[in-house]
């Protein structure tokens, strides 16, 4: 059985150094999210890491089919991304608006352009064989609305500095997030009739479609905040779900530590909820498995 995992974490945004959207606790969060992996039983060598100016879209997706190429039943994939989140509007070839894409932002995210959520569907299409383990975590916001700035700065001295994880969205995918909601509405009236498209907890969502399992660090309507833990800056969902991941070195089931991660943001006073998605029996299983 092989455990193979990519990581990727940008603070620094292009233009390299000063200039861009840059954020503090990414790395950290990447590095964090490294060795807990070799924790829960990953080789360092069968780890990838990306950062910064390394992590660009081509990059990314590079590495993405090497965690993809030669799966067998048994293994365990991990994708890890901890960076700036956005939402793109989604027009069809025939220009009518089909709704509106969550995606990651590159560090040349501003010329090679976002990856949207499509296009990691596209990359895990047809990919991932019966019986592996995959699973994505996403530590970033995946859209504007719900914009929460906290000052927290006054519990156990631990959180200040706050920065939310996201990228404004460009005028025209602005203009049609603005009518988002009429849009998610109609198509989710058509997934309703999916017998496990129905939400059972505030943040765990069985979608029996899906070959991986999705964490976010916060739901779409949400974003994804990073603070000060001890004078370290570091992203809430990653540093909680570390946290948990160590504590059991990776021996708990993903329902139970979508609540305990649910439960420790809650407990922090963190105005974010994280969200999973995934089969529901693959939700049952524990995480790596």
Same mark, same amino acid.
């Given at each position: 059985?092989?455990?193979?995992? +990519? ?15 840059? !954020? ?42 090497? !965690? ?95 920065? &939310?994880?996201?990228? &404004? ?34 943040? !765990?969502?069985? +979608? &029996? ?46 329902? !139970? ?33």
């Amino acid at each position: 059985m092989a455990k193979k995992a +990519v990581i990727i974490g940008i603070n620094d945004y292009a233009p390299i150094g000063a200039g861009g959207p840059d !954020l503090n606790g990414c790395i950290a969060d990447a590095r964090d999210m490294a060795n807990t992996l070799v924790i829960c039983g990953f080789q360092p060598t069968n780890i990838r890491i990306l950062t910064n100016q390394n992590a660009t879209k081509n990059n990314i997706i590079t590495y993405i089919k090497w !965690l993809l190429t030669g799966n067998k039943a048994g293994d365990s994939l991990v994708l890890y991304y901890s960076g700036h989140g956005t939402r793109v509007a989604n027009i069809g070839t025939d220009l009518e608006l089909d709704g509106l894409d969550e995606a990651v932002c590159p560090h040349d995210y501003a010329t090679a352009g976002v990856i949207r959520d499509d296009e990691f569907k596209n990359l895990f299409k047809g990919k991932v064989r019966k019986g592996v383990s995959f699973d994505v975590f996403f530590d970033c916001c995946h859209s504007g609305s719900g914009t929460r700035k906290m000052n927290l700065s006054g519990i156990d001295g631990m959180f200040a500095n706050e920065t &939310p994880r996201f990228i &404004p969205p460009m005028l025209e995918d602005e203009f049609y997030f603005n009518f988002s909601k009429s849009i998610e509405t109609k198509s989710s009236t058509k997934e309703a009739s999916s017998e496990e498209a129905t939400t059972t907890t505030k943040s !765990l969502n069985k +979608v &029996p479609e899906m070959n991986h399992v999705l964490w976010a660090g916060c739901m779409d309507n949400q974003v994804s905040m990073e603070g000060d833990f001890s004078g370290m800056t570091r992203g809430y969902f990653t540093y909680n779900l570390c946290k948990v991941l160590r504590a059991t070195s990776g021996n708990i089931t993903r329902e !139970l530590l979508d609540s305990q991660i649910a439960n420790a943001l809650s407990a922090m006073g963190a105005a974010q909820i994280n969200q999973t998605e995934g089969k529901s029996a693959k939700l049952k299983l524990k995480i790596f498995e």
